[in-house]
Each structure stands twice: as structure tokens, then as C-alpha cells.
């Protein structure tokens, strides 16, 4: 977490941080992303950057966690007009990143995700700190139709939908690609709802 000497700070003065923040890492990955590049955009010395951030990786998993956050409410609000159907809500999820890829957050976000393929899985897992906050979106899914035998099991298939969805998300940038990636997405979603909602076991007798 940041420092509260940068929660202290005014609007306008962490809003042009964090914007020059984002414009850096989405123009290159983690390892070549430069804090020199950054607080020159910004206009503030390097040592009071060190008063906001112990470093490039606490400002990368702060921005990344406004990422989730978006994600995770917009993803309540689909599974709320879907009646609590989880893979219906996800391709709604991937409908609306790919159709505001081009402009805002949604274009920040993907830009970042297709500078770092080998995070892509990481920026959007269930995992600490975030975790406590997904108890509202498990409360608005519908399980009936769910195979979950075990604690964890629902949480598993979060994070599968999750790192399949933020995968696809970032491909589908590419020119001509939104279609495909799409089509190949509902597929992946059907092999997983196949494996995730209820069928007959056959007796192992018989």
C-alpha cells in the first residue's frame, strides 16, 4: 500500500502521479519500465516518489488493484442482471472491456496486460488483500447449478474465469482479432462449465 503521505496528497497532484504511472506501464513492460521516465511526466522529485511508494512494484500492485477493483464491481452489476449466472456475467464482462478497449481505463488496462504476458494470470486473482471483498460477488452467484464438492471449489472457478477472461481480453486488441478470441472464449467456458456444473456420475459398479 502506498504511504499516507500520498492519500495526504492533493487530487490533482496524485491523480498526475498515477497518470504517468499508467502511461509508463502500459508503454513497457515491468522490467523496462522506467521511475526516471515516470516522475519526470509528473513533475515531482525522485525523493518524494520514495515517500509515496517503496518502489515501481508497490505503485505496479496498487494500480493493478484499482484495476481489480473496477473489474470485481462491474462484474457484480452482470451478475446481478443475469440472475447470478456466473459464465454468462463473464463473457458480459469481456463484451464491455472489448468494446471500451480503445479509450479510458479499459484501453490503460489492456495496454499494461499486453505489456506483461507472463502476468496476465497474476493481476487479477483472488488472492490477499482483495479476497475479503469477494464475498459480495460469491453471495450473487448462482451455485444451484454448480458442482462444488469441496471448500475452495467455487473460488477455483473464479480464478480460472478470471485468468481466461483477462487473457482474452488483452488478445482481443489485436487487429481483426475481437471475433476469434470471442468465439475461442465461449468455447473455453463450455469445456469449464462442463467440468463445473452438475452431471450424473456414473456407480463405478456398474
Known sequence: MPSSTFFNLQPEKRERLLAAAREEFARASFDQVSINRMIRRAGIPRGSFYMYFTGKEELFSYLMEE??????????????????????????????????RDTGPCREMLDILRQNPQMRADMFLLRDPCLHRMDALRARINTAGLDLREEGDLDNILYLLIMVTAQAAAAAGAPGAGGSVRSRLIQIYDILRRGAENAHVPDAHH
Not at 481489480?68 to 464482462?93: C, I
Open 67 to 100: 484495476y481489480r477493483r473496477q473489474a470485481e464491481e462491474q462484474l457484480g452489476r452482470f451478475l446481478e442482471e443475469r440472475s447470478g449466472e456466473l459464465f454468462e456475467a463473464f463473457l458480459d464482462l469481456f463484451d464491455y472491456v472489448h468494446r471500451r
